[in-house]
Nanobody
Framework: QVQLVESGGGLVQAGGSLRLSCAAS????????MGWFRQSPGKAREFVTA????????THTDSAGGRFAISIDNAKNTVYLQMTNLKVEDTAVYYC??????????????????WGQGTQVTVSS
């Protein structure tokens, strides 16, 4: 199991930027695919973006493409989510998740075994 701690959430105006961080405690962090998900009140947890254990492949939703970027620093056991041009509809609790490396990236929460506690992102109009 990987322990994950997110940080970097907060209140930002529409059009602004935030960078979320997810610090992992794992002896073999570089063996994990990492994903970011988000959940708004009354809605199911939804996939945002993911990066593979090698750090050379990413996938994302259409709404995240061009605005959100995931990156990984294996030396720091940390994965980042850089969010730009934020919209009110991006308001949610953002979670990072870890999955032992797979043959391909997954967008399904059930495939991720470890989760952080979440960090709130609120975008005001």
């Amino acid at each position: 199991q990987v322990q994950l701690v997110e940080s970097g959430g907060g209140l930002v105006q529409a059009g602004g930027s935030l960078r979320l961080s997810c610090a992992a405690s794992a002896r073999s962090f570089s063996n994990y695919d990492m994903g970011w998900f988000r959940q708004s009140p009354g809605k199911a947890r939804e996939f945002v973006t993911a990066i593979n254990w090698r750090g050379d492949t990413t996938t994302h939703t259409d709404s995240a493409g061009g605005r959100f970027a995931i990156s990984i620093d294996n030396a720091k056991n940390t994965v980042y989510l850089q969010m730009t041009n934020l919209k009110v509809e991006d308001t949610a609790v953002y979670y990072c998740a870890a999955r032992f490396r797979g043959s391909s990236l997954s967008q399904y929460p059930v495939d991720y075994a470890s989760w952080g506690q979440g960090t709130q992102v609120t975008v005001s109009s």
